[in-house]
T-cell receptor, first 113, second 117 residues
Framework: DGGITQSPKYLFRKEGQNVTLSCEQN?????MYWYRQDPGQGLRLIYY???????QKGDIAEGYSVSREKKESFPLTVTSAQKNPTAFYLC????????????FGSGTRLTVV | AQTVTQSQPEMSVQEAETVTLSCTYD???????LFWYKQPPSRQMILVIR??????QNATENRFSVNFQKAAKSFSLKISDSQLGDAAMYFC??????????????FGSGTQLTVLP
């Protein structure tokens, strides 16, 4: 079955460490997205990519980095520059034609210890 | 900039009753779509219903229907015959189409729905 896979489900980061969250899709979707969700809040866009080897900053890109070397993969690195990284991270993918919504992964819960 | 506003942080409904969740949005675009997503305690985001701005007819999916008022920029979700499994956070979202491509979704802050037995 086609879908979008995020790993790991839970991730713990020490102060000053960089960590990378994985997102893989086999839906042949052109676009991929990373959102951050804080408790009781909506989703805020971190980065997105419409095509391979190209990506754009979202509303809260500071302290994060991404790459899009393959259509199927869009990993997110949370760097030590991100001062408050504890959150739930959602990856999504989509076609870019009219009418499409997103398919979401199951998320990664990142905690700073 | 496009914004999506959900003014009800929390709502509750008795099982088998009907509830309406509100959403307003602000945009200057003419080619766009609106969505309602559900996020249950598992935190998996699930698409509930979508509405194309060009269509006047309100979308319906089983017990879920929308009231789309384009001039008022309002997009409410009605859940009929509420079930315990409907308990979740509900997000309204907006996506516009420009220069041959759909842009990223903009989400509201969500409404937490509780279903009372």
């Amino acid at each position: 079955d086609g879908g979008i896979t995020q790993s790991p489900k839970y991730l713990f980061r020490k102060e000053g460490q960089n960590v990378t969250l994985s997102c893989e899709q086999n839906l042949n979707h052109d676009a991929m997205y990373w959102y951050r969700q804080d408790p009781g809040q909506g989703l805020r866009l971190i980065y997105y990519s419409q095509i391979v080897n190209d990506f754009q900053k979202g509303d809260i890109a500071e302290g994060y980095s991404v790459s899009r070397e393959k259509k199927e993969s869009f990993p997110l690195t949370v760097t030590s520059a991100q001062k408050n990284p504890t959150a739930f991270y959602l990856c999504a993918s989509s076609m870019t034609g009219r009418g499409y919504g997103y398919t979401f992964g199951s998320g990664t819960r990142l905690t700073v210890v | 900039a496009q914004t999506v506003t959900q003014s009800q942080p929390e709502m509750s409904v008795q099982e088998a009753e009907t509830v309406t969740l509100s959403c307003t949005y602000d945009t200057s675009e003419s080619d766009y779509y609106l969505f309602w997503y559900k996020q249950p305690p598992s935190r998996q985001m699930i698409l509930v219903i979508r509405q194309e701005a060009y269509k006047q007819q309100n979308a319906t999916e089983n017990r879920f229907s929308v009231n789309f008022q384009k001039a008022a920029k309002s997009f409410s979700l009605k859940i009929s015959d509420s079930q315990l499994g409907d308990a979740a956070m509900y997000f309204c979202a907006y996506r516009f189409f420009s220069s041959g491509s759909a842009r990223q979704l903009t989400f509201g802050s969500g409404t937490q729905l509780t279903v009372l037995p």
